[in-house]
């Protein structure tokens, strides 16, 4: 971890500790699941009282700003409401840029949804401090994370019909709707294999893609579009005969019959139509 941002976390740590109406704090991320290394960053989540909520954002900023040389922006996520504050801070100190990031939860809405979030599988090796028990509590009546779960179907049936519309984006050569397209598709393909794969409850997927086997990650990364077409069609085509392979395999895994009919109905007209491109 780096040493200003050491200092930075600790500073900031024991100052919120002093302020009216900081209940206690936790690590999130990285570091609460033992995955963090020397570019992680800091993930705090503050209880604060319902009293002192509305006035501590300010305070955030107004350590921060003494503690380092110098708050180079607070960027709010679209979420923030009365019960939760999410900012990520971008801040300088001896010349070099650091993110910090800041969550306030408000103890009087802890049974909001986005508070909710951050405080799943909470457990005590994660508590930074705890003024009186109110963290701990926490603890003990946190919810679970789950394993990652999708409408297969639908995903299955999705898949095939954008692979097919990447057909005409390929023969006009439209890179920017070819472009969406594979976006789409990898996004479909990465909720197939957490479906069958899926090791952690927490986190996002870019988060549970890190425990996907090695060959399963190298495959997501033919889902990207460049101005060689021809590759473009290559990379398409080597995808969606893994994805068919994920499939089969997911059936076997949860002892379901997925129609696969349409994937091999697909794909050959497929290869018909885009043949001129080899």
């Keep these: 971890m780096n040493k200003n941002l050491q200092s930075i976390f600790s500073s900031f740590v024991e100052q919120m500790k002093a302020a009216n109406g900081v209940l206690g704090a936790w690590h999130f991320g990285s570091i609460s699941h033992g995955t963090s290394d020397e570019h992680s960053d800091f ?96 603890c003990m009546s946190c919810p679970h994370g789950k394993l990652w779960k999708d409408n297969v179907e639908r995903q299955i049936k999705t898949y095939l019909l954008y692979f097919h519309m990447t057909k005409k984006y390929l023969l006009r050569q439209d890179y920017f709707k070819l472009n969406q397209a594979m976006r789409m598709l990898y996004d479909i393909h990465v909720s197939i294999l957490l479906t069958a794969h899926d090791k952690i409850t927490w986190g996002g997927a870019e988060n549970k893609l890190h425990f996907l086997a090695t060959d399963k990650q190298e495959h997501l990364k033919y889902y990207y579009c460049t101005d060689d077409f021809a590759l473009n069609r290559q990379h398409l085509l080597n995808a969606v005969e893994w994805f068919e392979e994920d499939l089969q395999e997911l059936s076997e895994l949860k002892k379901l019959e997925y129609r696969l009919e349409p994937v091999t109905i697909v794909k050959k007209d497929w290869i018909t139509d885009t043949n001129s491109l080899c």
């Design 43 to 138: 993930d705090l989540i503050f209880l604060i009282e319902g009293a002192h909520f509305k006035e501590m954002e300010a305070t955030c900023s107004a350590i921060l700003s003494k503690i380092c040389d110098a708050v180079i922006l607070c960027w709010g996520e679209g979420f923030n409401n009365k019960a939760i504050t999410s900012n990520s801070y971008l801040l300088n100190k001896d010349s070099q840029v650091l993110q910090f990031d800041v969550v306030l939860l408000n103890q009087e809405h802890i049974g909001d949804f986005m508070c909710k979030i951050h405080y799943t599988d909470l457990a005590e090796k994660d508590i930074i401090f705890d003024t009186n028990d109110q963290v701990t509590q926490l």
